[in-house]
């Protein structure tokens, strides 16, 4: 359970006071709120919010992670393709930088094993394209991702393309997070992931935090993105809740390259080859953010897991 809906805001940036209120795509008022794009803290932090995937495994379960905040570290590791081809991962300036989001939305047919979405301008509207122009009259559908439904803009100079407001957003994705700036890195980067309690900031934006967030560790956001894991002070006494034992152990997964523009994530069909050597087909979430409010569920407070993470998702 959570305190209260996550907010939405109307066009004109005031909060929807009706947390079933339908979404602006849809011909509704609610859009996501402006400030729910990404911002960095210092070099080695930023906070922001996310998607998570529905899979179940190792405790993402979509509706029930909603409102939960998770520290995700940056790693060192590239995808493999099925033809044995290195692409991807993080750029070297982010490995070992860490990042803050709370699951705000959900992606109830993201495939794979672990996957969060990370909402961030210009990243990409996929097929839904018709909410951004509503949001800011005045503005085409081409100019929130430079015409690439997926993939977004592929270089900074696209981001005065975006209405004034969705700019620092766009800057982010390829300043603090490095998005192609060298060699394709960072393409959906890896990371080591784990929940932790979730900091004012986000709470202040998102008006939400879970009802058992006490029981999680606190993050330092002024020392967190130094680099090597965390020990000691961030670990907790609270017990493992029954059937997340798994989440103690460092786990692999792969992720999604959604896209979108923070209405919606969307779709490909490219396949990722998962560290098993199995194949993992990667689709689409279409899952309307702002909204969904449901239980939250504990996992290991101190776990971290491995995961392919973090591919920006756009949407606002």
Known sequence: SVTSPVRACDRQGRTVADPDAESVCDGGIAA???????????????????????????GLVGDQNCGQ????????????????????????????KAMVIQVTNIGHDVLGTHSFDIQIPSAGQGLFDTGCPVQFPGYDSDEFDCG?????????????????????GCEF?????????????????????????????????????????????????????????????????????????ENVATLTATQTTTQSHFYYFTETTTVYEAPSDAQVPLSRATSIFGRGLAAAAPLAAAAFVTAAAASPSGRL
């Open 69 to 96: 905040c998770f520290e995700l570290r940056f790693i060192d590791k590239q995808h493999t393709s099925s033809e044995g081809q290195k692409w991807g991962g993080s750029h070297a300036d982010l490995v070992d």
């Open 32 to 58: 996501s709120c402006i400030d729910n794009q990404p911002w960095a803290v210092n070099e080695g932090v930023a906070l922001g919010f996310a998607a998570a995937a529905v899979s179940g495994s190792h």
């Open 148 to 168: 690439t439904r997926y993939g977004g803009c592929e270089n900074a100079t696209g981001c005065d393309r975006l209405p004034l407001a969705l700019r620092p």
């Open 173 to 245: 994705r390829f300043g603090w997070y490095r998005w192609l700036a060298e060699g394709g890195r960072s393409h959906n980067p890896w990371v080591r992931f784990r929940r932790v309690r979730c900091p004012k900031e986000l709470v202040d934006v998102s008006g939400t935090r879970p009802l058992d967030d006490s029981i999680y560790p606190a993050v330092d956001l002024e020392t967190l993105g130094g680099g090597g894991e965390q020990t000691g002070t961030t670990t907790t006494t609270s017990p493992v809740a029954e059937g997340d034992a």
